[in-house]
């Protein structure tokens, strides 16, 4: 009787086990990287190295396309692997550990060589995110086994939503540490932290029960292959296509965020221990976007989140834009990190819209189109930033936030809320 109650197109809910499991990789991985954010603290750190703000953008572009691009090639790796568990909980590890061993770098060296740190430094922190990324798309696999749908959203969100409670507890305690000599003992001793913690909440991973992934066909472990299913997917899917182009236009405005506490620090007079402060305000204002965010998903629809998001990155570029103390500086980073409702958005919109087979391709299609689209906005605001100052570039930038508002209300009001509305292709594995 039990059995001819349930919903047939709602997996078995799993054991709280692996609920708390999940919860758990989910809540220490974001704790890490919030405890290093890309929106304001490695942007900060990269500027005592060097005065050039076209290579503070590449902080967010790398965070971005390290992430975005190995997840192109996910379908491919996790098609032939019913359990995918074991290889996340060492590639995320691996990762996270060349990020930890950088921070021991800035310890060792202090600032009697920028350069090499400089140099260093992204390679480490696509290791971190690349590591993340190639494991996402398998991730996401996971998630759709275990978690039921109806609370896929609330969880995502409140696991999301914690880690930056935790991360924003730490740099709170942190401010004291990014203080006065906050370069370079402060910085490298929050990006060991981080790493190592990052390291070891992948172990969570291991003791996880994972159903068995269906037996794909053979064809699905050929890359090639798989890549000609993207478009395949895009085309059938117009509605993902729709998402795909407004999200890479929410991107562009959205890159700027990485700029607002360096104008803060630069222009503004902020010192080390305001960023720490600065990104205290940014993890609570993401933790509201996330728990909001996952909320509003559930209850209202998913395609609703990227207008709340695209809104809240409007008004924090035309507050960079107004700000004359840091009053407003603080403000436009609470707005940007309610922005954060669309990381939600392209979590919770593949979940909703992919068949089980298809969600690793959907995800490496959103990346595809999303990565190397928006991988040069950081780099051009930063340019614009060394040739004609923040405030134009924040000027500029409004505009760009103002069309993508326009192009996700087109999504969930406009010309594309039919297609957003449209069932997902089944889209099959041959």
Known sequence: MVAQNRRPDRPQRGPGRDYALLFGNNLIFFTG???????????????????????VGMVPAMVQLSFSLPQIAGPSIFA?????????????????????????????????????????????????????????????????????????????????????????AGLAVASGLLGDDAFPRGYGTLIAVAGLMICAGSLLFLPLREPPSPDPDDSDRLF???????????????????????????????????????????????????????TTVFLLSQVTGSLSGGWFGD?????????????????????????????????????????????VADITIVLERAPDLCRPTYMAGLNLILGPLALPAPLLLGRLVDVAGFHTMFGTTIVVALAGLLAVLGFAFGPGRKLASRAPAQTGPG
């Open 33 to 55: 990287v919030n405890l290093v954010s890309a929106m304001t603290i490695l942007p900060v750190f990269v500027s005592h190295l060097t005065e050039s703000a076209v290579i």
């Open 224 to 278: 090639w292959r798989i890549m000609r299913k993207i478009p395949r997917v895009l085309v059938e899917d117009r509605g993902f296509l729709y998402y795909a182009g407004a999200r890479v236009i929410v991107a562009w405005a959205m890159a700027a965020g990485a700029f607002i506490a360096v104008f803060g620090a630069r222009d503004l007079g902020a010192t080390d221990s305001d960023v720490a402060r600065l």
């Open 80 to 168: 032939d692997k019913r359990i995918k568990k074991n290889w996340l909980a060492t590639t995320n590890a691996i990762g996270a550990l060349a990020f930890a061993l950088f921070g021991l770098l800035v310890l060792t060296v202090g600032d009697t060589n920028p350069t090499l740190l400089l140099v260093t430094f992204f390679p480490a922190l696509i290791m971190l995110h690349g590591s993340a990324g190639i494991g996402a798309t398998g991730w996401v696999d996971i998630l759709g086994k275990i978690i039921a749908r109806r609370v896929r959203g609330r969880f995502f969100g409140a696991s999301t939503a914690t880690g930056g409670l935790l991360g924003a």
């Open 299 to 343: 209850r209202f629809g998913v395609r609703y989140l990227p207008v709340l998001g695209s809104l809240a990155t409007v008004v924090a570029v035309s507050l960079a834009f107004s700000a004359t103390d840091l009053t407003l500086i603080y403000a436009a980073v609470g707005m940007a990190g309610m922005a954060s409702m669309v990381i």
